[in-house]
């Protein structure tokens, strides 16, 4: 592959940074030819190209005997390309405005830990990045998050949550909340869950203003992160859900309550209330997963008129940056936790009721199924109440957490969790 790109300058492009455009653009190659001939190194491959009996383009030669060791290098956060006319590195034209954290330096890393790198992204903002497996969120990514709030709260304008991973996040580490509940460590994991409900809290009602840039996967907790920004700027190819009930538990890291929350704003004077904390209900309770941030807006995981796409992945991190900038030079104030949350109480549980007994009567959902979704409507419909009325957003967190908690304790979760832990696959049992 190397000796036959090689020759292809100048046969097909004078440029060797368009050959790897073309290659990742039609053939979702992850990294270009020449940015994988990068990644071995120049002189190691040609010899072995040599040795098979490849000749490469005396053009590669001439560079490596000039001193020149790879075909890209990065020069103050802007990505240049040799080029084999002027035998110089010239700058890859349409980068202008556009911010890449593979390009910005490690001098400009404020904090890292074994999970997370905040890096300041230039005008008094802050980038916050995650690097664990799937880019899961457990204690250290948790960390993180509350690290870059505190140092944005002391001199910075903003905050950035993106990253250049496969996914933004599948959401959060389920190995640990397995562990914790076979050990039987309820204290433990009842603590785990608040320390993931106060940070998302911490998103949302810090002093600076803080955007979520998904890609691609955004579940659970990744999508409860994005729930909880001031604003979101996703990419057009963002699968975004709360898929909890998958391992039989319901999401407890603030993303029933977010839902609730947005339904009672949704309400308004002669609605059938019913009909749209039924529509809230199943798309927690089947799991639905937006196809596209499009869809996200359909689903109620991003919010019309405060939230928007971005077409063009390399465009992403500078859009976000800009909201950021914009929300706190608009005079971002720190919000104030609601405590007007309207909740249907005894209301609402007739219909989750109803609608489970029938479902799992026809055989659509199992009896574990339908023990999940009445502790999601109770959750839902604010607990015991008898009657239509106010709660705060802690109020719901406290029955979110103590849903979530009883669930583990069922042998039934536990098999989901383990199912999807060492197979990778959704139990129905």
Known sequence: MFSYVSYRIPEIS???????????????????????????????????????????????????????????????????????????????????????????????????????????????????????????????????????????????KGVVVSNNGGNFSAGANVGMIFMLAVEQEWEELDAAVKYFQDTMMRMRYSGIPVVAAPHNMALGGGCELCLHADKVIAHAETYMGLVEFGIGVIPAGGGTKEFVLRLSDSFKDGDIRINAMRNSFLTIGQAKVATSA???????????????????????????????????????????????????????????YAGANAMAAGKYISEHDKFISEKLGRVMCGGDLTAKQEVSEQYLLGLERRAFVELCTERKTLERMQSLIQKGKILRN
């Open 294 to 352: 499009y869809e996200a807006f359909e689903l109620g995981y991003l919010v019309e008129g405060v939230d928007e796409v971005c077409v063009n992945r390399r465009d992403q991190l500078a859009m976000a940056k800009a909201s950021a900038i914009q929300l706190a030079d608009s005079g971002y104030t720190q919000p104030i936790e609601r405590k007007d949350i309207t909740v249907l109480g005894s209301e609402g549980m007739g219909i989750v």
């Open 14 to 156: 004078d440029e060797i940074y368009r050959i790897d455009d073309a290659l990742r653009a039609g053939f979702g190659w992850e990294l270009g030819a020449f940015e994988s001939w990068d990644a071995i190194g120049i002189k190691e491959a040609s010899e072995i190209a040599k040795e098979r009996g490849h000749n490469v383009a005396d053009w590669v030669g001439e560079m490596l005997e000039a001193g020149h060791d790879s075909f890209y290098r990065v020069v103050n956060s802007t990505r240049e390309c040799y080029d084999p006319v002027s035998k110089t590195y010239k700058v890859i034209p349409g980068q202008d405005g556009r911010v890449n954290l593979e390009y910005v330096g490690d001098d400009k890393v404020v904090w890292s830990n074994s999970g997370t790198t905040i890096k300041d992204i230039g005008d008094g903002i802050l980038n916050i990045e995650f690097h664990t497996k799937m880019n899961s969120i457990g204690g250290e990514v948790l960390q993180g998050l509350n690290k870059v709030i505190d140092l944005a709260e002391e001199g910075y």
